[in-house]
């Protein structure tokens, strides 16, 4: 075997394989960005070309909401992040992805857990559209072990959620460990993987049995796109597929297009979004009115050593808690600045910041005021120069 680092059958690196996924051929014809097909009605040649394509709707084409070879090329591209992944589906956002794979291994009398730490649209889907439709839920402490979490199951525990780290308060989570205690439990396991964007840490290959991404964080960039994604180990894909279909999921080809072009620049753009976060928050840390930085890769995150044990790198989404609090202190803190705008969604190349109220069940709120920033693909000196003259804004006047 060559040792020299030259060997052109070696596997392709992360970056190599996203210039690479996706580009069948027999999709593309040749052309380097698969051809946005825009569908409904396929029409055939004859009967017998009709019931062929009923037989495997999935691997031809059919009728548009079971795609074209511009969604299959993004679908395959996305399982390529995702080893150990037998496909991918496609849905019109996160929150559809998310609460169709719930539905897809949930049924009346099921029992499902989910942390305290989760996005909370996934909160009021399982603590409220979930539970009206006899899905019972308990809410746990995303820190739990492994052994905390097994105490928690019984029968009828059909899922087990997962985010991390958590929306707002960026808990990093035992995912190995959980999934390893829910799969010899015979619970199927769901992990929302948008701030990794599967790229800094990879759920399936961790013991998750499905994946799900909101792509209109990471991988559409550009903040013009809301999609979502689930991949699905080979035991999961068959029933997530069936339930997708029975809920009519599906997204445009252009929009697909927009997400694979997003896709192709994912590694540059958070390799970049990484290291200005880090600069930041690391600046952010060394300011005497800042009591905490919640980013998992500084030590002041909750779960921090998990973050080192099991991701490969970062990306741009933190937050952070100051000393003061008061009800005009987000608004003096954010209205007058430059780079940083107002916005809930992330991952786009605009810097954004949003005042975090976190609703939690189990913890008490934390004092202080608390703000999100999702660090873009700006120079972070402009960035540091904005929020240290919101600090300025909101600092107790000198008292001597
Ligand atoms: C934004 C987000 C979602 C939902 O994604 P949409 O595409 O906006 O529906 C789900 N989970 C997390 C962690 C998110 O940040």
Request: one cysteine or more.
């Amino acid at each position: 075997m060559p040792t020299d680092g030259h060997d052109p059958h070696r596997p392709p690196s992360p970056e190599t394989a996203l210039a690479a996924a996706g580009r069948r051929p027999e999709w593309t014809h040749g052309i380097v960005s698969p051809p946005v097909y825009r569908a409904s009605t396929v029409v055939y040649a004859s009967v017998a070309e009709m019931e062929a394509a009923a037989r495997a709707p999935d691997t031809r084409l059919y009728y548009g909401r079971r795609g074209t070879p511009t969604h299959w090329a993004l679908a395959e591209a996305l399982t390529a992040l995702e080893p150990g992944a037998a496909g991918t589906l496609l849905f019109p956002s996160g929150v559809a992805a998310l609460a169709t794979a719930i539905l897809a291994v949930c049924r009346p009398g099921s029992h499902v857990l989910i942390p305290d730490s989760a996005y909370e649209p996934t909160a009021s889907f399982v603590l409220g559209f979930a539970r009206d439709h006899g899905i019972a839920a308990d809410v746990y402490d995303p820190l739990l072990d492994a052994a905390g979490i097994a105490r928690l199951f019984r029968p009828g525990t059909a899922l087990l959620l997962l985010e991390s780290p958590g929306s707002m308060t960026f808990e990093v989570q035992d995912v190995p460990g959980l999934a390893a205690a829910a799969r010899s439990a015979g619970v199927t396991t769901l992990l929302d993987n948008s701030w990794a964007a599967s790229w800094v840490f990879k759920g399936i290959a961790a013991g998750c049995d499905m994946v799900m991404q909101s792509l209109t964080k990471y991988v559409g960039g550009h903040s013009d796109l809301l999609m979502g994604a689930v991949s699905a180990t080979p035991a999961l894909l068959p029933q997530l597929r069936r339930t997708a279909h029975a809920l009519g999921q599906c997204v445009s080809a252009d929009d697909a297009a927009l997400a694979l072009r997003g896709y192709r620049t994912l590694g540059v753009r958070l390799a970049r979004h990484a290291a200005s976060a880090l600069a930041v928050a690391r600046w952010l840390a060394e300011q005497p009115l800042v009591t905490r930085v919640l980013h998992p890769a500084l030590p002041s995150c909750p779960g921090h050593a998990r973050f080192r044990r099991d991701f490969t790198g970062s990306s741009g989404v933190f937050a952070f808690e100051l000393a003061v609090d008061g009800p005009d202190i987000a608004a003096r803190f954010c209205d007058p600045m430059h780079h940083f705008r107002l916005g809930y969604s992330w991952g786009g190349f605009e810097s954004l910041i949003v005042p975090a109220r976190p609703h939690r069940r189990l913890a008490p709120p934390p004092a202080g005021a608390r703000f999100r920033v999702s660090i873009g693909l700006e120079d972070p000196a402009d960035l540091i120069a904005d929020l240290a003259a919101a600090l300025d804004r909101v600092s107790p006047p000198a008292s001597a």
